[in-house]
């Protein structure tokens, strides 16, 4: 079944051709120059440059893959979860296409999309697993049961993991996006020079809480010159700080769960630090991480066509009327076929 | 030539069909009621009401502002990407041109408004040349007075923010100032009838590249504008 996957949901215009779990094309026209010189997102700007490159970015989905829009089975669109006017644009987009080629739409959270950018990237990944799923825009851990039938076992009570990055980045004059420019820094520092807290570390919860740490950074510094601040041992300490309790959860839920497996996706899964503590701690309790390939680390759409490869094949599907909802939670498959 | 034509920038959101110089449908719903939710439900609605299909269509018109910048942007890709998709031509056209077209029989100058927000409009000053609006001059962004501040002559107001402020223009400008009924908004059909000559003159848009008109920009885009301005030592244009 071919698959054409749109995802506006932040500050990517992706596009993607997926058959039967091949991908053969994931076109994303990226933002992040745009926003850097505001320091952060614009929610206005990323919605007119989603317009703007919309069209372009389906033509060379199309174009790159070799395929004609004719030959598409269906059309499947993040329009759950992200930034509402950056969603329309997608959803707009999606729902015309599948119109004109009168195919069906299905429509996708963005957090199952990114699911499904492990499952995409390793088709022997277990079942089921706990899945770690953190960006600049969510920080969340999800039982996984089977694709399309889901848990959400905790989330982030202020920042996503990302944001903190990012915002502790500009705290310290550093570039946008934070994640990469705080672990180039890092890389030059001492993650133990620096004591700060792990919040909610030793709780028993899946949530997650950065705003806390943020403001431990800060304190730390207030008062001090910058020239005397060791910045790389603060990036160093901060992303071991984030990444000790990114693990330490996800280890927890997994031991709890008995899962034999542990997915880690999102825009944070490329940090190289937190891939490596991953690594190192879940053969150690005899768990095996998986991470997705790099071109499905950040919002992508061929993670969105293949969670709707799951649901169409379930006898999902979304109406002409489908709507964009910013907030919106995770929901399993509603009546699997097979089960009712 | 069957033409469809959208418009989603203002508050009541359009659909038309035409064949020819005949209107087969025009339907509009509240843009409350969600432009997403209803856009292609409607579109639906009114091919069917005209007993065709998207295949059948000539080419497709639509509204690209200035208006609510979310809801223009629902009308515009849809029509884009309908327009790649099939392989029909697409023709943009300005919510305030069209407000004009529906007095093109005035002999004064025209000056179409549309709400902006914070008691700011957008117009735009039109006259009518063999039967078509021609705008003169620049778009307008900003306060009604400031726009009566630039009318020399007798001019017609178009557009539902023109009848609410009527007091404030009619106090401004006098017995000059005359104003169009506030329910002549174009309906879809009426973008897609302005579309015709367009098409028979091959002005078409490239359907890749159209953008809505929006005659503004995000208040971090203007502050930011300015800050850079500020460090260069001049002052941002328009600020």
Same mark, same amino acid.
């Given at each position: 079944?071919?698959?054409?996957?749109?995802?506006?949901?932040?500050?990517?215009?992706a596009?993607?051709?997926v058959?039967?779990?091949n991908?053969l094309?994931?076109v994303?026209?990226?933002?992040i120059?745009?926003?850097?010189?505001?320091?952060?997102?614009?929610?206005e700007?990323?919605?007119?440059?989603?317009?703007?490159?919309? /069209?372009?970015?389906?033509?060379?989905?199309?174009d790159s893959?070799?395929?004609r829009?004719?030959?598409?089975?269906?059309?499947?669109v993040?329009?759950?979860?992200?930034?509402i006017?950056?969603?329309?644009?997608?959803?707009?987009?999606?729902?015309?296409m599948?119109?004109?080629l009168?195919?069906p739409?299905?429509?996708?959270?963005h957090?199952e999309?990114?699911?499904?950018a492990?499952?995409?990237?390793?088709?022997?990944?277990?079942?089921?697993h706990?899945?770690?799923t953190?960006s600049?825009?969510?920080?969340?851990?999800?039982?996984?049961?089977?694709?399309?039938r889901?848990q959400?076992?905790?989330?982030?009570?202020?920042d996503?993991a990302?944001?903190?990055?990012?915002?502790?980045a &500009?705290?310290?004059?550093?570039?946008?996006?934070?994640?990469p420019?705080?672990?180039?820094?890092?890389?030059a /520092?001492?993650?133990?020079?620096i004591?700060?807290?792990?919040?909610?570390g030793?709780?028993?919860?899946a949530?997650?809480?950065?705003?806390?740490?943020?403001?431990?950074?800060?304190?730390m510094?207030?008062?001090r010159?910058?020239g005397?601040l060791? =910045?790389?041992?603060?990036?160093?300490?901060?992303?071991?700080?984030?990444?000790?309790?990114l693990?330490?959860?996800?280890?927890?839920?997994?031991?709890?769960?008995?899962?034999?497996?542990?997915?880690v996706?999102g825009?944070?899964?490329?940090?190289?630090?937190?891939?490596e503590?991953?690594?190192e701690?879940?053969p150690?309790?005899? =768990?095996?991480?998986?991470?997705?390939?790099?071109?499905?680390?950040?919002?992508?759409?061929?993670?969105?066509?293949?969670?709707?490869a799951?649901?169409?094949?379930?006898g999902?599907?979304s109406?002409?009327?489908?709507n964009?909802?910013p907030?919106?939670?995770?929901?399993?498959? &509603?009546?699997?076929?097979?089960?009712? | 030539m069957r033409?469809?034509?959208i !418009? $989603?920038?203002?508050?009541?959101?359009t659909i038309?069909l035409?064949?020819?110089d005949?209107?087969?449908a025009?339907?509009?719903?509240?843009?409350?009621?969600?432009?997403?939710?209803?856009?292609?439900v409607n579109?639906?609605?009114v091919?069917?009401?005209g007993?065709?299909?998207l +295949?059948?269509? !000539?080419?497709?018109?639509?509204?690209i502002?200035?208006?609510?910048?979310t809801?223009v942007?629902?009308?515009? $890709?849809?029509?884009?990407?309908?327009?790649? $998709?099939?392989?029909?031509?697409?023709?943009?056209?300005?919510?305030?041109e069209?407000?004009?077209?529906?007095?093109?029989?005035?002999?004064?100058?025209?000056?179409?408004?549309? !709400?902006?927000g914070?008691?700011?409009?957008?117009a735009?000053?039109?006259?009518?040349? +063999?039967?078509?609006?021609?705008?003169?001059?620049?778009?307008?962004?900003?306060?009604i007075a400031?726009? $009566? !501040?630039?009318?020399?002559?007798?001019?017609?107001?178009?557009?539902?923010?023109a009848y609410?402020?009527?007091?404030?223009?009619?106090?401004?400008l006098?017995?000059?100032?005359?104003?169009?009924?506030?329910?002549?908004?174009?309906?879809?059909?009426?973008?897609?009838?302005?579309?015709?000559?367009r098409?028979?003159?091959g002005q078409?848009?490239?359907?890749?590249?159209?953008?809505?008109?929006?005659?503004? +920009?995000?208040?971090?885009?203007?502050?930011?504008?300015?800050? +850079?301005?500020e460090?260069?030592?001049?002052?941002?244009?328009?600020?």
């Open positions: 079944m071919l698959i054409l996957g749109i995802e506006t949901s932040c500050d990517e215009t596009a993607a051709l058959d039967d779990g991908v094309s994931n994303i026209a990226s933002q120059d745009l926003h850097a010189r505001f320091g952060g997102i614009v929610p700007v990323a919605s007119r440059k989603h317009v703007e490159a919309i /069209g372009y970015v389906i033509r060379e989905t199309f893959a070799g395929e829009p004719a030959a598409v089975d269906a059309v499947a993040t329009c759950r979860y992200g930034l006017g950056s969603l329309i644009v997608g959803v707009s987009a999606a729902k015309a599948a119109y004109a009168k195919v739409l299905i429509g996708i959270h957090i999309g990114h699911i499904f492990n499952i995409l990237s390793h088709p022997g990944l277990p079942l089921p706990v899945c770690l953190v600049g825009g969510h920080t969340m851990l999800i039982h996984v049961e089977e694709p399309g889901y959400v076992l905790g989330g982030t009570l202020d996503a990302g944001e903190a990055f990012d915002k502790i &500009k705290f310290l004059g550093l570039s946008f996006p934070g994640g420019a705080i672990e180039r820094l890092a890389l /520092g001492d993650g133990a020079a004591s700060l807290p792990r919040p909610l030793r709780s028993r919860t949530d997650f809480s950065f705003s806390g740490l943020k403001t431990a950074v800060v304190n510094c207030q008062g010159d910058r005397s060791p =910045l790389a041992d603060i990036a160093a300490g901060f992303q071991e700080a984030v990444v000790d309790v693990v330490s959860k996800t280890l927890q839920a997994a031991r709890r769960l008995g899962v034999t497996a542990v997915s996706t825009g944070v899964s490329i940090n190289a630090r937190l891939r503590v991953f690594s701690a879940c150690r309790h005899g =768990l095996q991480v998986f991470f997705p390939r790099p071109d499905l680390c950040t919002d992508n759409a061929a993670m969105v066509a293949a969670a709707g799951v649901r169409l094949r379930q999902e599907e109406g002409l009327d489908l964009a909802v907030n919106a939670p995770l929901e399993s498959i &509603k009546c699997p076929a097979k089960r009712c | 033409v469809l034509g !418009d $989603t920038a203002s508050r009541t959101n038309g035409i064949d020819a005949r209107v087969v025009d339907f509009a719903w509240d843009a409350r009621d969600s432009s997403l939710q209803q856009i292609i579109i639906d609605l091919l069917k009401r007993g065709l299909s +295949e059948d269509l !000539d080419g497709l018109a639509v509204g502002g200035p208006g609510s910048w809801g942007r629902v009308g515009v $890709t849809v029509a884009k990407t309908l327009a790649c $998709t099939l392989g029909k031509p697409l023709c943009g056209i300005s919510s305030l069209a407000l004009a077209h529906q007095s093109k029989t005035a002999s004064a100058l025209l000056c179409p408004l549309v !709400d902006a914070r008691e700011t409009v957008y735009a000053f039109y006259r009518v040349r +063999e039967g078509a609006p021609i705008r003169e001059g620049e778009y307008y962004v900003g306060s400031g726009l $009566t !501040d630039r009318v020399r002559e007798p001019v017609l107001f178009l557009g539902r923010p609410l402020h009527r007091a404030v223009i009619t106090s401004a006098g017995p000059p100032a005359r104003f169009g009924s506030p329910s002549d908004a174009p309906g879809g059909a009426a973008f897609a009838l302005m579309s015709l000559p098409f028979a003159a078409v848009d490239d359907p890749l590249s159209l953008v809505p008109l929006y005659l503004g +920009e995000s208040l971090a885009q203007a502050l930011l504008r300015r800050r +850079e301005a460090a260069r030592g001049g002052r941002a244009p328009g600020s």
